[in-house]
């Protein structure tokens, strides 16, 4: 397969200049357009982006694609290009490569296109036509939807116009393609692709190379490729304040990604005396007049990390590219895992791996120790992460399978950190290799080169490691070694389910903690908590864990007519106009009492439930008598209910009452749902049972003597010894006789 792709490429490329008669009858191969690259669409199984540049008056570019089999472009879709026109001013006046060949002083148009609704594990064929009657070479790509398939990985190449690391790129190239199993429908590369980000002539150098043309293309940003002297006269590229623009206006990544006000842009800003500038966009430029850079551009603060930070899926894949730049500041990156979990649960279900990346090395690979992966370790953990990859480093550097910063032998769970070796600027460690810290493999060496093929298959994710010393002329497998595929399931929604098969339920999220029950089959659990493939469920009383396979469990969805509810208006969001609300320990003041002073509670129905052990809850309190609840706190394992009046729920909400919650339907749910006409009890409650349950013990002393002291809200029942008030002293007398010394 991969001999014929590459022998239809290779005439797909002549044909436009041989025989595109019945299309166009003089195509000729354009100047005017450049910089081409085939980036991933959100979906790469359906989609792929587009993107290039074009001499500035090119306004009406298109791109025209096929199948792979029509090789004479006559069955073409054409997709008009879009185009920002102000984008090269990132470029003008900057250096075109070395400081011995001008400067760069064109204007070019950055086009972009997105190819929609293509059909899966499909070979491509496109070409840029110029709009003037001239095209490029032709492009090939192949959309996911393989079981079977290879990715090539490389970094840190530092391209210039140095003519040595040119070709130990080509050497890179050359020997890590032939060892993919696969066909290899993705290329990606952690960073530093170029020496100098501002450099237009090293990204023309990277990006017209002919793997270009064979292969879709994905990257981090690397800190060389946002070096820049903008802010200087001097052509030195040691200061790099901004953001990653280089990189996104030669690429054409998902426009996923999310926006945020950069603290560092805004520091430099307002250090250097334009404050108004810092809720500019941070992707504009604006030229200063007065000041310390009087005459120089400077940008906004405003940032968008669209086409810089972004994800996509490629087959059974998900991608989840940060801006090693905007993690910088521990602000920016708190902004940057909410939108990567957000990320995550919008695409459960679609994916068997989950592969995160930037550039910068979260451990160091020469000793083995945390650069970044403690900042990572609570995302990564959460996702549930299978692997994270980096450059930067310059050394080969593979962990083990991590978990809160320790070793993991839970098949299901652990994130490996594997890190690239360089390909050019290499370092000057000494001879690495063994296990070390996090690691349980490394190499690193003076002088040398590697890559890295990663084949993907029902089994896993299999690595080939080539190194190469020198120039590359020994390129050889330094090591092979694979991360086995979890049983990663789409974590079962929360909600009412029959069983089909007796369960086990274990006390923790691993088969060797105890067994607390066996459930037998067609009763009605609770699942209301998923980690992977377990999920933690509640039955009769108790909670417990159970794994989400069909050798344990099958779930049969309980209709929610089948029990009973009381509907819900939204969790501590104060109040609306009908219904029950919610309100627990976050709907707070900082001392702790009810957010919004407790005064919209006055009149109304209020309910106290306290969380039992098996974490459902029960009412222990119904306040119907008018009094604002201002001061009242909410205690930890509590809840407040607030009821408008008198309705359907009054009904069933009263003292005794168990429930559970169902946020993903909003409702309160009968606990121990399923069973056969529920019945709701309300219990005599004995003078001294606060907590209703059944008992006077230590626990209603415990509740009375927090509402002696003003921690709790009013209780019921609290007057022991039948003196008309609820104090310390009934607490005390409940303790005595609890602990047998009264009658």
């Not at 199984?45 to 089999?69: K, L, P, Q």
């Not at 952690?190 to 990006?207: A, K």
């Not at 972004?310 to 991608?319: D, G, H, K, M, T």
């Amino acid at each position: 397969m991969k001999k014929l792709l590459a022998l239809l490429l290779t005439l797909a490329m002549f044909v436009p200049c041989l025989s595109g008669i019945s299309l166009v009858a003089s195509a000729e191969a354009s100047e005017h357009v450049y910089m081409i690259m085939t980036n991933p669409g959100e979906d790469m199984n359906t989609s792929m982006n587009i993107g290039w540049h074009a001499d500035y008056t090119y306004t009406g570019c298109t791109v025209e694609y096929t199948t792979s089999g029509d090789t004479s472009f006559s069955k073409a879709v054409t997709v008009e290009g879009t185009y920002d026109d102000d984008d090269y001013l990132w470029f003008e006046g900057r250096f075109l490569k070395g400081s011995g060949q001008g400067k760069f002083q064109g204007q070019f148009l950055n086009y972009g296109a997105s190819l929609t609704g293509l059909t899966p594990d499909t070979d491509y064929i496109y070409r840029i036509c110029d709009g003037q009657g001239g095209y490029s070479d032709t492009y090939a790509f192949r959309t996911g939807g393989q079981d079977e398939f290879s990715i090539m990985w490389l970094s840190d190449m530092h391209l210039s116009d140095n003519a040595s690391k040119a070709t130990k790129y080509q050497a890179t190239l050359d020997y890590v393609q032939n060892l993919a199993k696969y066909d290899i429908g993705l290329y990606f590369n952690t960073g530093d692709v170029v020496s100098c980000g501002d450099r237009y002539g090293y990204w023309q150098e990277y990006i017209g190379n002919d793997v270009m043309k064979k292969y879709t293309y994905a990257a981090t940003c690397g800190n060389h490729d946002l070096y820049d002297s903008m802010m200087k006269d001097d052509p030195k590229y040691t200061d790099f304040w901004k953001s990653t623009e280089y990189f996104r206006i030669v690429s054409n990544y998902p426009k996923n990604g999310y926006d945020y006000t950069s603290g560092r842009i805004t520091t430099y800003l307002e250090n250097n005396g334009y404050t108004q500038y810092t809720s500019e966009p941070a992707d504009k430029l604006f030229t200063v007049e007065g000041g310390k850079l009087d005459g120089k551009k400077i940008t906004g603060a405003a940032d968008s990390t669209n086409g810089r930070a972004y994800w996509f899926i490629y087959n059974r894949i998900l991608f989840i590219v940060f801006d090693y730049f905007a993690m910088t500041y521990n602000s920016e990156a708190t902004i940057a895992f909410k939108w990567a979990n957000e990320v995550v649960e919008q695409n459960k279900g679609k994916y068997d791996y989950l592969i995160a990346t930037e550039h910068e090395n979260l451990i160091n690979g020469d000793s083995g120790t945390s650069r970044y992966y403690d900042k990572y370790k609570d995302f990564l953990d959460t996702a549930n992460v299978d692997l994270f990859i980096a450059g930067d480093n310059h050394i080969f550097f593979r962990s083990y399978s991590l978990v809160n910063g320790a070793e993991n032998t839970d098949p299901e769970k652990g994130t490996y950190v594997v890190q690239a070796p360089a390909i050019t600027n290499t370092s000057s460690y000494p001879h690495y290799e063994g296990a070390v810290g996090y690691g349980v493999s490394r190499y690193a060496d003076a002088d040398y080169l590697g890559g890295i093929m990663i084949d993907v298959d029902s089994e896993g994710l299999h690595f080939t490691t080539a190194i190469a010393s020198g120039d590359g002329s020994d390129y050889h497998v330094y090591e092979t070694f694979d991360i086995p595929k979890k049983i990663r399931y789409a974590d079962k929604e929360i909600g009412y389910y029959v069983l089909e098969n007796d369960t086990d339920i274990y006390e923790t999220t691993d088969l060797s903690s105890t067994k607390l029950a066996t459930i037998p089959k067609g009763k009605a659990i609770e699942v209301f908590n998923t980690n992977g493939i377990w999920c933690q469920i509640r039955y009769d009383g108790f909670s417990g864990w159970t794994r989400l396979t069909s050798e344990q469990c099958k779930f049969v969805p309980l209709a929610p007519s089948t029990y009973p509810s009381v509907a819900l208006h939204s969790y501590n969001q104060g109040f609306s106009e009908n219904g029950v609300w919610a309100y627990d320990k976050g709907y707070t003041k900082g001392n702790g009492t009810i957010a919004n002073g407790g005064w919209l509670f006055s009149g109304n129905y209020i309910y106290t439930a306290i969380e039992q052990e098996d974490g459902s809850y029960l009412i222990t309190e119904v306040n119907n008598d008018g009094e604002p609840k201002k001061d009242t706190p909410l205690i930890d394992n509590g809840i407040l209910l607030m009821c408008e009046g008198t309705n359907a729920a009054t009904e069933v909400l009263k003292v005794g009452y168990r429930f559970t919650f169902d946020w993903a339907n909003l409702a309160l749910n009968e606990a121990n749902p399923g069973e056969e006409n529920p019945e709701i009890i309300i219990p005599e409650v004995a003078v001294g049972d606060v907590d209703a349950d059944g008992k006077v013990d230590n626990h209603d002393a415990t509740l009375i003597l927090q509402y002696d002291v003003g921690f709790t809200n009013r209780i019921t029942n609290g007057d022991y010894n039948g003196d008309g008030e609820t104090d310390n002293l009934d607490a005390a007398l409940i303790l005595r006789a609890d602990a047998g010394l009264e009658s």
